[in-house]
C-alpha cells in the first residue's frame, strides 16, 4: 500500500513547524508498512492533482496569503475544489483553512478571494486570538480530544449545515464565540491548530490518513501504535492548555 501526499506551498504556508504533520503523517504511515510519497507544489508549479491522495496546506500570515491569490486564479483553484468533491482528504491548518472558504477579509480591509470549496468565510480583526488550546472532535472525526496552538486574527463563520470539525474545549477555535472549531466537510478536516497538531494527538492523525486510505484501497483500519512519549506529549500539551485563563462570561466551556 502507498499514499501519495501533495504539500501544497511548503514555502509561503509554513508556520509553527506546520510541515512537522507530514513528518508525522510519513512516520505514522512507514511505521506500518504503509509507503508514503510527499510531493511539493508551489506557487507556479503545476501537477496532475489526480494523482494525490491527501493534500496538506499550512498556516501563514496575511500578506503571504495575498500572494497566493493569483496563484489559486491561474488554475490551482478548479483542480482543488474538484479534488475535494471527489473526496480526496485535505488537512488545512489555519490560513490553509481559511483558504477553503469564500474569502478571508484582513484586518486591514483587504478581501482575499479563496476557494469558495466549503460554505464559510473569515473576517479579520485587531485583537488576535492566540494561546494553548483544546477541543474535543465531533464523532465524524472520531471523537477525541486535540490538543494545540492558535494564533489568529480571523474569525470563520461556518455557512448554515457546515459541520465544524469540533467543540471547542479551552480557547477560541473559529471565532471565540460560537464554541467551533475548524470544519469538517467531506474528508477536508480544517483547523486553527498548530504545532505541528498532528504529533500530539496521533488518533486525529490515524483518522485521517484512514479516510485517504479507504478512498484509495476500501476499508481500512490503523492499529494503534506504541510510541513512547506520545501520551506524555498529548499530556504535558492538556496540562498547559488548563492552566489557560478561564473563558471570558457568556461563554459555555464544556469541559473546563
Ligand atoms: N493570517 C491569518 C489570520 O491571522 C492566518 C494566520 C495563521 O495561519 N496562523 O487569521
Redesign the pocket.
Known amino acids: 500500500m502507498k499514499l501519495r501526499i501533495c504539500h501544497l506551498y511548503p514555502d509561503v504556508?509554513n508556520?509553527?513547524g506546520?510541515r512537522g504533520n507530514i513528518l508525522c503523517m510519513r512516520k505514522r504511515l512507514e511505521d506500518r508498512g504503509i509507503a508514503c510519497e510527499i510531493m511539493p507544489l508551489r506557487i507556479g508549479e503545476t501537477a496532475d492533482l489526480t494523482r494525490y491522495d491527501l493534500f496538506f496546506i499550512?498556516?501563514?500570515?496575511?500578506f503571504?496569503?495575498e500572494v497566493l491569490l493569483e496563484d489559486l486564479r491561474k488554475g490551482k483553484k478548479e483542480e482543488l475544489k474538484a479534488a475535494v468533491e471527489d473526496g480526496r482528504t485535505f488537512l488545512c491548518?489555519?490560513?490553509?483553512?481559511?483558504m477553503m472558504g469564500h474569502y478571508?477579509e484582513?484586518?486591514d480591509g483587504m478581501r482575499c478571494p479563496f476557494l469558495g470549496a466549503i460554505d464559510f468565510h473569515?473576517v479579520?480583526a485587531r485583537r488576535?486570538?492566540i494561546g494553548n488550546y483544546a477541543f474535543s472532535l465531533s464523532e465524524t472525526s472520531g471523537g477525541s480530544t486535540v490538543v494545540g496552538f492558535?494564533?489568529?486574527?480571523?474569525?470563520t463563520m461556518l455557512g448554515p449545515g457546515v459541520e465544524p470539525l469540533g467543540t471547542v474545549l479551552r480557547g477560541y477555535g473559529n471565532n471565540g464565540e460560537d464554541g467551533t472549531e475548524g470544519v469538517r466537510y467531506h474528508n477536508v478536516f480544517g483547523t486553527?491548530s498548530?504545532g505541528p497538531v498532528l504529533p500530539k494527538n496521533p488518533a486525529f492523525c490515524d483518522r485521517i490518513l484512514e479516510t485517504a486510505l479507504q478512498r484509495r484501497y476500501g476499508e481500512a483500519s490503523l492499529a494503534p501504535l506504541a510510541v513512547p512519549f506520545e501520551k506524555a506529549a498529548h499530556e504535558a500539551a492538556l496540562a498547559q492548555v488548563k492552566l489557560r485563563r478561564k473563558p471570558r462570561r457568556g461563554r459555555s466551556s464544556a469541559w473546563l
Open positions: 504556508l508556520l509553527y506546520d499550512g498556516g501563514g500570515q496575511d503571504e496569503q491548518i489555519c490560513g490553509g483553512y481559511q478571508y484582513t484586518a473569515t479579520g488576535r486570538m492558535e494564533n489568529h486574527s480571523g474569525r486553527y498548530h
